[in-house]
């Protein structure tokens, strides 16, 4: 026999019995959306390497170790698996003139592809839902999008998730920041990391970033941006926190925050979560006022964020979140060749009338077709003899709730109209 094939390391199967998980989170998320006036974009899943070189930044850990990056083995383009989704959303909306004298509320969803050590939580594919608003200035927007998130736990019945809140500034407050951190990390240069010295001069920010316990203290009392935020941005600071506060949402304010990608400014939030171990953040974002115009777009605000999904599912499965099941309502038993006959036609009748329906397959007795009937989860079973099928009938059998047992002969053109009712 020929060696089995495995799946790729990191790239997870999600199967049947993890799929009604999926569905409810979908569905949930579908119409979270739709309340707060969103459109969807889908864009593809391989871009051109550039995109994200320049969109992402060069000195990220995206960038620099994570991507799944290749040539087209036929016109030798480079090309990458997308990492993440706000790059390519930012590339669409330039290119199709979306962003000209118009605002944009958008949201994708869809596998991303990071090259990290697999890990629970932490995976090579694993999936995103993102939400980017385009054209708004103003820190409503920015409160708008964490409000959303608020309600989303809320709408999946998930608890005990924190946020945390920092402001990055605009550009030259960053740079003026930036030139005291240097300055302040290059006078401990001596206690810090391979990681540390690496990013010292590239991206001195994620420096303070950092887990090493060592570091610790002098991360501490590393130069504040916040220090360094001029009139405008702390107007802006001071407006979502108003928000927030109206709204009655808690948040810590972090000022370590800072997150993994270069192109964000001003408001920056995480949601965490407790339950996860290190793979903590289920959602992230924030303002990146300066991306639409660094991909070669007119200048153009944004903001947005994106969610881990394998996060948020482990996380509905850890805290026991009932999920509805997607049961049929009718599981169609028969027997013999003209009631098989009966039992297909009459199975796209009930369909057709909005009835989900699982016609058996297979053959076997009753006692086993019934077996089937009570693990599919069904409301009904419906059986045909060669009898029934002669007579015109069926039995109509209930399988769940107070009444589960119940029998009733009905006819069958009178069926869908009886199990309509009765479901
Ligand atoms: P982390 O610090 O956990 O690596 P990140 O800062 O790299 O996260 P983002 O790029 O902001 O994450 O992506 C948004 C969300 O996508 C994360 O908060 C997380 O929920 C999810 N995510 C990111 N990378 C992975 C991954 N490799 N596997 C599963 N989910 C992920
Ligand atoms: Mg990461």
């Not at 990390?185 to 391979?194: C, F, K, S």
């Given at each position: 026999m020929a060696q089995t094939i495995q799946g790729i390391r990191g790239m997870n199967d999600i199967l049947p019995q993890e799929g009604a998980r999926w569905q409810y989170f979908d569905a949930v998320v579908r119409d979270w959306l739709a309340a707060y006036g969103y459109n969807q974009i889908r864009t593809p899943i391989v871009e051109a390497t550039p995109l994200f070189v320049r969109g992402v930044g060069e000195h990220t850990d995206i960038v620099e170790k994570e991507m799944y990056a290749f040539e087209d083995s036929l016109n030798g383009e480079q090309l990458v698996l997308r990492p993440e989704g706000t790059a390519g959303c930012v590339r669409a909306c330039i290119q199709h003139g979306l962003l000209y004298n118009q605002t944009q509320r958008l949201w994708y969803t869809g596998p991303m592809f990071r090259h990290e050590r697999p890990q629970k939580?932490?995976?090579?594919?694993?999936?995103?839902?993102?939400?980017?608003?385009?054209?708004?200035?103003?820190?409503?927007?920015?409160?708008?999008?964490?409000?959303?998130l608020a309600d989303l736990w809320r709408r999946l019945g998930l608890t005990g998730l924190q946020l945390e809140l920092n402001s990055l500034g605009d550009a030259p407050e960053r740079a003026a920041h930036r030139e005291a951190l240097i300055a302040y990390?290059?006078?401990?240069?001596?206690?810090?990391?391979?990681d540390g010295k690496r990013r010292l001069y590239t991206n001195p920010l994620r420096v303070l970033d950092t887990k090493n316990p060592a570091l610790q203290e002098m991360a501490e009392h590393a130069p504040k941006l916040a220090d360094f935020l001029g009139e405008a941005s702390r107007a802006h600071f001071d407006g979502l926190r108003a928000l927030l506060d109206q709204a009655g949402i808690g948040y810590k304010l972090n000022d370590r925050l800072v997150r993994g990608l270069d192109y964000y400014n001003r408001s920056v939030f995480e949601w965490t979560t407790d339950k996860l171990g290190a793979q903590a953040t289920v959602a992230a974002g924030g303002r990146y006022d300066g991306l639409v115009e660094q991909l070669g777009g007119k200048?153009?605000?944004?903001?947005?964020?994106?969610?881990?999904?394998?996060?948020?599912?482990?996380?509905?499965?850890?805290?026991?979140?009932?999920?509805?099941?997607?049961?049929?309502?009718?599981?169609?038993?028969?027997?013999?060749?003209?009631?098989?006959?009966?039992?297909f036609g009459l199975a796209g009748e009930l369909r057709a009338a909005g009835l989900k329906v699982v016609l058996h397959a297979g053959g076997g007795s009753f006692k086993s077709q019934f077996k089937k009937a009570d693990a599919s989860g069904a409301s009904f079973a419906v059986v045909?003899?060669?009898?029934?099928?002669?007579?015109?009938?069926?039995?109509?059998?209930?399988?769940?709730?107070?009444?589960a047992g119940e029998q009733q002969v009905v006819a069958q053109n009178a069926l869908a109209a009886h199990l309509g009712a009765a479901a």
């Open positions: 939580g932490r995976y090579r594919q694993f999936h995103q839902v993102g939400v980017e608003a385009f054209g708004f200035d103003g820190p409503d927007v920015d409160a708008e999008m964490i409000v959303m990390l290059e006078r401990h240069v001596d206690i810090l990391d391979d200048p153009c605000n944004a903001v947005g964020f994106a969610m881990g999904i394998e996060r948020l599912i482990l996380l509905l499965e850890t805290q026991g979140v009932e999920m509805p099941r997607a049961a049929p309502d009718v599981y169609l038993v028969h027997s013999g060749e003209a009631a098989s006959r009966t039992a045909i003899g060669d009898e029934e099928a002669a007579a015109g009938t069926v039995n109509v059998k209930r399988l769940t709730g107070a009444a």
